[in-house]
């Protein structure tokens, strides 16, 4: 059964991402990654990640797509007012994409895809697990990472600040 739920998962993101590129409509842009956002989530719960999928959730889908959305709807989008690129520039932006996939490829290639462990049997995405490995192994990253938010935050602050 994971392996079909599997499945439709990909070929519904493929779908979506897909349709993120090719959709002329910027709203339908972003209502497509968004769907493409919860098919990531579905993944990280078949590999038994729940707190990673709720958190992506959270984040990608529901704070950062609303955004995207509502900034998409507050720009005025005109046919008449959109520029074109010169032939040139697609050439070239062609021509960078392939010299990108065949990079990839090349790298990809070489790579050892070996799974010792069924990722499914791991209780490493589990909120028990995951807050042991971080507050007991990664304390100190942590903590210093914490410090940095809070100084960007203060540093955001003042700022924004009218003199």
Known sequence: MKVYLFYFLCILALYSALMVVISRKPVHNVL???????????????????FLAVVHIIVYAGAIMVLFLFTVMLLNLN??????????????????GGLLMLTLVGVLKQTDMVMTTDP????????????????????????????LFLSAMVGAVLLGKKD
């Open 79 to 96: 046919n008449e007012s959109e520029f074109r690129k010169p032939a040139l520039v697609q050439l070239g932006a062609v021509v960078a």
């Open 120 to 147: 499914t049997t791991t209780q490493i995405g589990l909120v028990k697990n995951l807050g042991k490995v971080l507050y007991n192994d990664f304390l100190l990253p942590f903590e210093v990472s914490s410090i």
């Open 32 to 50: 497509y990654l968004t769907l493409a956002m919860f098919c990531i989530a579905g993944h990280y719960i078949l590999l038994n990640a729940q």
